[in-house]
């Protein structure tokens, strides 16, 4: 490389965004392109990337190891659910946990991830770990697909300041063929593909340096087969969990059951509300008030296709309204969350004030006629 023209370029480049936002970017990319559910980073370090994954619509487990407890440990409650969480369970659900241990040794927690991501993780490996490394990835988690990313040392020439290695617990950094020869022989002993990326790009005229950051993505070849080929003795376990979080979701029952009684009570208010704003335009009349039944057209515009039948149109009969739970039910928000008509009558009973035979919500409206 020429001397002056690697001096021109070490004094400008600086990667926008930030190098370590690229590379989480590109996991987020690949996340949203193969929607795994179930992801594991390891030497999650801060667990920043956790926190982005998180917001992955697609992700239910989501799990970090590290072999530094402190470091995984100083924000790791920024993992925790948040208010807005609790106010508005999420479809999905969602499972963050945090172990303490090494990539060099097999933990049963670690099955069953479909993408295990080792960001700047290997050049940190001693060398027994870093030989153990393939079998615990490779061998016994056996992920659908394994991302590994580590620098390229033809790059550090470009890079300010570095004169060894990038880091000072680097234990190696590898050049391109390196990299990729250790990468095409892990992949062809455990039947995984892989293909070469990176992030970073060089500077023009530069092209043959590489990415500063390079990446292999791993394949596995038999994704039918789903199970990790273990030695005979099942791994015990030997990771220590040190924070775990479960988001609240509507696949818990209770939260659901919260969220349909909150949603029917809003769509009677609104059905409600429009008969009654009906029914005050007979207001003067005792005999049309007694035992009021408005058409269904003031309702149309929320109730949108719905054939209406006889038994859904709402009433008042003296100080009571009626509003069926069939109305309720086809309102599209109700329908979704509940899914059965039957699951709606489970999910309210004894929660939501119902008419005797129990087919619709029923509001006193004695008070509101008397402030009138
Ligand atoms: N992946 C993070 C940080 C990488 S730094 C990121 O993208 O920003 C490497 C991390 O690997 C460190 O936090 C270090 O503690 C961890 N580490 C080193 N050796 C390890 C091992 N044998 N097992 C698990 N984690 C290890």
């Not at 995984?72 to 369970?89: A, F, G, I, R």
């Amino acid at each position: 490389m020429d001397k002056n023209f690697q001096e021109e370029f070490t004094q400008i480049i600086k990667f926008k965004p930030p190098l370590y936002k690229q590379r989480h970017q590109f996991v987020k990319d690949l996340v949203e392109k193969y929607k795994p559910k179930k992801v594991a980073d390891l030497g999650c370090a801060d667990c920043s990337l956790l926190r982005m994954l998180k917001f992955c619509s697609c992700i239910e487990v989501l799990a970090g190891l590290d072999i530094c407890a402190n470091v995984m440990k100083e924000k790791m409650y920024t993992l925790s659910p948040l208010p807005v969480d609790y106010l508005q369970p999420s479809e999905r659900s969602l499972t963050i946990t945090l172990h303490h241990g090494s990539v060099a040794h097999k933990d049963p927690c670690m099955l069953g991830f479909d993408l295990v991501t080792c960001i700047e993780l290997i050049e940190h490996l001693e060398e027994p770990e870093l030989k153990k490394f393939p079998e615990v990835v490779f061998g016994f988690m056996a992920p659908s697909i394994v991302v590994i990313s580590t620098p390229n040392s033809e790059f550090n020439p470009l890079l300010p300041g570095v004169m060894l290695y990038r880091h000072p617990d680097h234990k190696f950094e590898w050049n391109q063929a390196q990299f990729q020869s250790w990468a095409l022989e892990t992949a062809r002993c455990y039947d995984y593909s892989v293909e070469f990326t990176g992030v970073g790009h060089p500077p023009t005229g530069m092209e043959k340096a590489g990415f500063c950051t390079q990446i292999g993505v791993f394949t596995r070849k038999n994704p039918q087969t789903g199970k990790s080929v273990q030695s005979e003795k099942p791994a015990e376990a030997v990771y220590k969990t040190v924070f775990k979080a479960v988001y609240p979701s509507l696949k818990d029952e209770k939260y659901l059951q919260n969220a349909v009684i909150s949603e029917v009570i809003f769509t009677a208010q609104i059905i409600k509300h429009r008969l009654m704003s009906k029914h005050e335009e007979y207001g003067n009349d005792p005999e049309r008030k007694s035992k009021f039944q408005p058409s269904m057209d003031c309702f149309s515009d929320c109730l949108g296709k719905l054939v209406v039948e006889k038994n859904m149109e709402p009433f008042v009969s003296g100080n009571e309204v009626h509003i069926p739970l069939a109305t309720i039910f086809s309102f599209p928000k109700v329908n979704r969350l509940c899914g059965t008509f039957e699951k709606l009558c489970k999910l309210i009973a004894g929660k939501v004030t119902l008419s005797s035979d129990g087919s619709a919500v029923m509001f006193n409206i004695e008070h509101e006629n008397e402030d009138n």
